[in-house]
C-alpha cells in the first residue's frame, strides 16, 4: 500500500477530448497511461504508410509501459476514441515504482 499511496500523489488525472493524439510513432513518450473512463485507439504504419489499428483499449487498461521499459521511442500512435478520463503517471515515477517493486517489470 505505501508504494500505491506514493504513485498516487505523483499522478495526473485530466480530462481529453476524442481525436487527441497522446504520443505519435516514433517520438520519444516519458509517461504512462491508466484509461478511467472512455478509450484509446493504437495505431502503427503499415509498409504503405496507412495506419493500421492495433488494439483499443478501455477503462481499466494501461498504455505506455513497454515504450518507457524499451527505452522511451513509442512505437505506436495513441489517440484517444472517445471523450476520456486519463490518469498520467511520468517516467521518473513509474521508474521509481519498478525499483520498489521489481515484480511489475517482469
Given at each position: 500500500h505505501d508504494i500505491l499511496n506514493l504513485?498516487?500523489?505523483q499522478m495526473t488525472t485530466v480530462c481529453k477530448r476524442k481525436g487527441k493524439v497522446l504520443a505519435h510513432e516514433g517520438e520519444s513518450v516519458r509517461a504512462v497511461f491508466y484509461v478511467?473512463?472512455?478509450g484509446l485507439i493504437v495505431t502503427a504504419r503499415d509498409p504503405d504508410g496507412e495506419d493500421?489499428?492495433?488494439a483499443r483499449l478501455g477503462p481499466?487498461?494501461?498504455c505506455g509501459t513497454e515504450?518507457?521499459?524499451q527505452g522511451g521511442k513509442s512505437l505506436?500512435?495513441?489517440t484517444t476514441e472517445y471523450d476520456s478520463l486519463l490518469t498520467i503517471l511520468n517516467a521518473e515515477a513509474?521508474?521509481?515504482y519498478l525499483r520498489l517493486d521489481?515484480?511489475?517489470s517482469e
Open positions: 504513485l498516487r500523489h478511467i473512463a472512455g493500421v489499428i492495433v481499466d487498461t494501461v515504450t518507457l521499459l505506436f500512435t495513441i513509474y521508474e521509481e521489481p515484480s511489475q
